[in-house]
């Protein structure tokens, strides 16, 4: 190993211990506010204590004096620079972003699966002109999306990564309505609206008669969820034992990626499919054309004016209640709730908020894609636990999933 990658390993080593070190500090003082408040002398002074520290914390790390040293201390210097890194990355995120658009909309990362290939080729293939392809490359191998090979550039870490998961393709894609939508974010925060890019694409999300939008309507959004929903289905599969149950019904979801994924993995189920008609429809065709239409009944209705329909053990709700207020989201609770025998369970997917690890995720991405959208909002494991149980659920417990950060998945009895 060369001397400057020894010392990159234990400058991460240590950058590691550290980020550990200052999370479990700011998770106790975090716990200590939070707190239901006990009235005692004792409490009131470790609140004090609590919002002492937290402000003498602020004004350290905010004092250039303080940087400057930590900058220069060996012990301190590989934190600093890991802290730049992340500030510099927030001011930069967006053009991270479109240097990954680029090179998904140019298909570059399956002209370089094979091989490396020369600026020139590259340039060929995509249409730009070398100086621009040249820019574009080395962007995307500094984001360690490509890399480069001598004089050539071929696939990188994350790029390769990126081919084993193409649904993310059309997350990127998709995208650039959210990031029209959010030229403004000032303005576009004072004031919630259902007259966005993504409200007109989610067209349920601004439809007062959500049931009575046609299949154009539905359509693009239904094919963005069946390409997305692949990787959330094998999490839910992974974490769920479904032998244990014999018919499932899933509720909201789309053209059916998710059952047709149950229907592969388990071929004692009995499955249902839920939503509205005009979706269920462009379904329906895809399992004609797929060969699960023996295996996947049909159901076209609306949660909130139709009944489910009832005869199945388990109920599956996949990236469905994040999408709406808590009003709609505790009636298809409920809805569910109704619908199922005793002892049947609900399963609830989704992408939570304040998942260790995941934060920025379940806040920052999905509370402010929500807010644009104009529905929903992302809500904690307790949230969602105390929701499920007004809903009359009971025994609310989390199974593990294998990547938190794109689903979690409670288990609710009734």
């Not at 479990?24 to 004090?48: N, Q, Y």
């Not at 340039?123 to 574009?136: C, F, I, M, Q, S």
């Not at 959330?232 to 018919?247: G, H, L, M, T």
Request: glycine share 6%.
């Amino acid at each position: 190993m060369a001397a400057r990658d020894l010392i990159s390993a234990s400058d991460d080593v240590f950058d590691e211990n550290a980020e550990k070190l200052m999370a479990g500090a700011d998770r106790r003082l975090r716990g200590a506010r939070t707190k239901a408040p006990v009235k005692s002398h004792k409490s009131s002074f470790l609140a004090r204590l609590s919002d002492l520290v937290f402000a003498r914390r602020n004004a350290l790390l905010s004092s250039p004096a303080f940087q400057r040293a930590a900058a220069k201390f060996p012990l301190t210097r590989p934190l600093s620079r890991r802290k730049a890194r992340q500030t510099f990355d927030l001011c930069a995120g967006f053009v991270y972003s479109q240097v990954l658009y680029a090179c998904v909309e140019t298909e570059l990362f399956d002209f370089l699966k094979a091989a490396p290939k020369s600026i020139e080729e590259i340039a060929k293939y995509t249409g730009l002109p070398v100086d621009g392809a040249e820019r574009l490359v080395r962007a995307a191998a500094a984001l360690r999306l490509l890399e480069a090979r001598r004089d050539q550039f071929g696939l990188g870490e994350l790029g390769a990564a990126l081919l084993g998961n193409r649904s993310v393709f059309a997350m990127v894609r998709h995208h650039q309505s959210l990031y029209a939508d959010l030229q403004d974010p000032l303005a576009r925060l004072s004031r919630r609206s259902r007259e966005t890019e993504l409200a007109s694409f989610w067209g349920y999300a601004g439809s007062n008669a959500p049931d009575r939008l046609n299949e154009t309507a539905v359509e693009p959004y239904s094919d963005l969820m069946a390409q997305t929903q692949a990787f959330i289905a094998q999490e839910v599969i992974a974490a769920y034992d479904f032998k244990r149950s014999n018919r499932v019904l899933d509720i909201g979801g789309g053209a059916g990626a998710f059952v047709s994924a149950l229907a592969d993995r388990h071929a004692h189920l009995s499955l249902g499919l839920f939503d509205l008609p005009s979706v269920t429809e462009v379904a329906a065709s895809r399992f004609v054309a797929n060969g699960y239409s023996n295996r996947i009944q049909v159901f076209g209705g609306s949660f909130f004016s139709d009944a489910l329909p009832s005869g199945f053990d388990t109920i599956s709700i996949v990236r469905i209640l994040h999408d709406h207020d808590d009003p709609q989201a505790l009636e298809i609770l409920r809805a569910a709730h109704r619908a199922l025998p005793p002892s049947g369970r609900v399963l609830i997917a989704e992408p939570m908020s304040k998942v260790p690890g995941a934060e920025a995720m379940g806040d920052a991405y999905f509370g402010i894609y929500l807010w644009v959208m104009g529905s929903g909002r992302p809500r904690t494991e307790e949230e969602l636990t105390e929701m499920a149980q007004a809903a009359g659920f009971s025994r609310v417990k989390r199974a593990p999933t294998r990547t938190p950060i794109l689903t979690q998945l409670l288990i609710a009895e009734k």
